[in-house]
């Protein structure tokens, strides 16, 4: 498994990702995708990022690459991907979607059944009108898989729990390894900071659920290293290796 960094968004608010955090205090933090790759020629993706021009103007990231071209770098096509676990509907995560044309993409049926209605439109706010409609042709395409609720197995080796309330029906991912069972957190748990202080992440429907779902995670990973928050550069220092924004989460 292995975290693949595309992005950067530099000088960001801590008090965006951490609940209570100083106004003041800013941070470099990464935008990223994770890499499975599982027996059987399957390969997966918690995640799929961004691509449309718009955020890019928007957001103007730094040492930007598209998430399709960027997990070349674990040897990873866009065409091999077989299956993309989206942890909620927020840009930086869907958006990449279709940039994998071969995919699945396994999604919280709550989430996208609050996010989208029957047209391919927003519901509610939280997710952009191109990915609605995006994500309502991949549906209708047939490539979509609507997760029904807290710790299903998706496919061998992944496993969704839900609780977290970044969004509505956010998920994160347990992954099955040779080390044991990563977590990936995605934004229901932004840093590490969140984690190790027991801080609820700022952007959250319940900031007790939240606080409850990152101390699940504790439970359910391996170690609590292998907890993969969303967006902390830390961990491309924890894991170091191989390097050139890419970490082997082992």
Not at 110 to 118: A, K, L, R
Not at 187 to 192: K, Q, R, S
């Amino acid at each position: 498994m292995y975290a693949v960094r595309y992005g950067t968004a530099r000088d960001f608010p801590a008090a965006a990702l951490i609940a209570g955090a100083d106004t003041g205090r800013h941070l470099d933090i990464a935008f990223m995708v994770w890499v499975i790759k599982l027996p059987g020629g399957r390969t997966a993706l918690v995640d799929a990022g961004f691509y449309r021009q718009k955020f890019l103007d928007q957001w103007k990231p730094a040492d930007y690459r598209r998430p399709s071209e960027a997990i070349r770098a674990v040897g990873v096509a866009p065409e091999d991907v077989t299956d993309i676990v989206v942890t909620h509907v927020h840009w930086d995560h869907l958006d990449g979607a279709d940039l994998f044309p071969n995919a699945r993409v396994w999604i919280q049926r709550e989430e996208y059944e609050h996010h989208v209605d029957q047209a391919g439109r927003p519901r509610d706010p939280a997710i952009d009108s191109a990915d609605a409609a995006m994500l309502w042709r991949l549906k209708e395409a047939g490539r979509v898989m609507l997760v029904d609720g807290d710790g299903r197995e998706l496919f061998p080796g992944i496993t969704a729990y839900t609780g977290g309330r970044h969004t509505y029906a956010s998920q994160y991912v347990g992954v099955r390894t040779a080390r044991g069972v990563v977590v990936v957190a995605s934004d229901n748990a932004y840093l590490y900071e969140n984690l190790e202080r027991h801080r609820p992440i700022a952007q959250t429907l319940d900031s007790v659920a939240n606080l409850t779902a990152q101390a699940r995670m504790s439970q359910l990973a391996a170690t609590p290293r292998l907890i993969v928050p969303g967006h902390d550069t830390e961990v491309f220092r924890r894991f170091p290796a191989p390097g050139g924004g890419v970490a082997r989460i082992e």
